[in-house]
């Protein structure tokens, strides 16, 4: 590998530390610093709300390029056998999404269905995509990691993670599709979100590690 092969990997391996380390950063500060806003009962897509939603649309827009960014670095990396394709191609798929998030703004929460927007349709649709994608991902790294000695020393904090992801996140998705009414958990949908995002967020974090070390 020559120098500037090199010192490439280690950019690309950095965006997968920056980018979820970036991303939990700023939407968690910006929901403590926003007047009025409440991160226990609302999700963090209602950042991109208001005055200075752009905030947290740009926070999607970067997290979604440093994740297509570190993509490229774990398909160089797993050239074949086990998640070469399929994991980079839920990378790929959730790196769009995040891109697309920023700018397709979500609906209010409690909008009617009548009064929903194509921009927040869109937004609901691609967040759904991710959340069900992520720990599919994480198992799908796992059997890779499993089998390759260079891999080994990540593969038992990707299982306990990629376990707590999958569990969080079937709980979010089922609280989330329980009538507002009848939901014990509707003051708590912020926080139940945020579990069921940050595993992930930490599983990349990881990964991210695990690439520059080997570089």
Request: aromatic share 12%.
């Amino acid at each position: 590998m020559n120098k500037s092969t090199g010192s490439l990997r280690r950019i690309i391996a950095w965006a997968g530390i920056i980018g979820p380390a970036l991303f939990v950063t700023v939407f968690t500060l910006e929901g403590w610093l926003r007047p009025g806003y409440n991160p226990l009962e609302t999700y963090i897509s209602a950042l991109s709300l208001g005055p200075r939603g752009w905030i947290q649309e740009t926070n999607f827009i970067v997290l979604g390029l440093l994740l297509a960014l570190f993509t490229w670095g774990v398909a160089a990396e797993f050239r074949k056998g086990k998640a070469s394709r399929a994991g980079v191609v839920l990378f790929a798929i959730m790196a769009c999404l995040f891109i697309v998030s920023g700018p397709f703004v979500m609906d209010p929460t409690g909008t009617p269905q009548s009064a929903l927007t194509i921009h927040g349709t869109i937004h609901g649709l691609a967040g759904g995509i991710i959340f069900l994608l992520m720990p599919i991902s994480i198992f799908v790294f796992l059997r890779r990691f499993r089998e390759d000695p260079s891999w080994q020393s990540i593969q038992r904090c990707t299982l306990v993670l990629g376990v707590i992801e999958a569990a969080t996140d079937l709980f979010f998705i089922i609280a989330s599709k329980v009538p507002q009414i009848l939901n014990a958990f509707t003051g708590w949908m912020g926080l139940i979100q945020r579990a069921a995002l940050v595993p992930f967020m930490i599983w990349v974090f990881v990964f991210g590690l695990g690439l520059l070390r080997r570089r």
